[in-house]
């Protein structure tokens, strides 16, 4: 069974930042997408960035050149700068291939003076 556990968030003030991590196990695929989305109250699922098996990287507009999406393994890392309110979302790691997606539980992200 594939589980995706992140941590790394939390309250900060405006202008901060963060590093999100994403640790799975139990992948059963030998080449897969990892990735984090992000929803806020109200909005649905967004991208933020995701991270091919050959470590390309694609950003979504909002987040893109304040943050920076890497892997080791089973592992994905989100490292954020220049935090704003508007980044305010509960942030998910997925992993896919092909028809095959999973979700973590998310982790909160509020910024915040």
């Known amino acids: 069974q594939v589980q995706l556990v992140e941590s790394g968030g939390g309250l900060v003030q405006p202008g901060s930042s963060l590093r999100l991590s994403c640790a799975a196990s139990?992948?059963?695929?030998?080449?897969?997408?990892m990735g984090w989305y992000r929803q806020a109250p109200g909005k649905g699922r967004e991208l933020v960035a995701v991270i091919t098996s050959d470590d390309t990287a694609n950003y979504g507009d909002s987040v893109k050149g304040r943050v920076t999406i890497s892997r080791a393994k089973d592992t994905v890392y989100l490292q954020m700068n220049s935090l704003e309110p508007e980044d305010t979302a509960v942030y998910y790691c997925?992993?896919?291939?092909?028809?095959?997606?999973?979700w973590g539980q998310g982790t909160q992200v509020t910024v915040s003076s």
């Open positions: 997925d992993v896919r291939q092909g028809q095959l997606a999973y």
């Open positions: 139990g992948i059963f695929f030998s080449q897969y997408t």
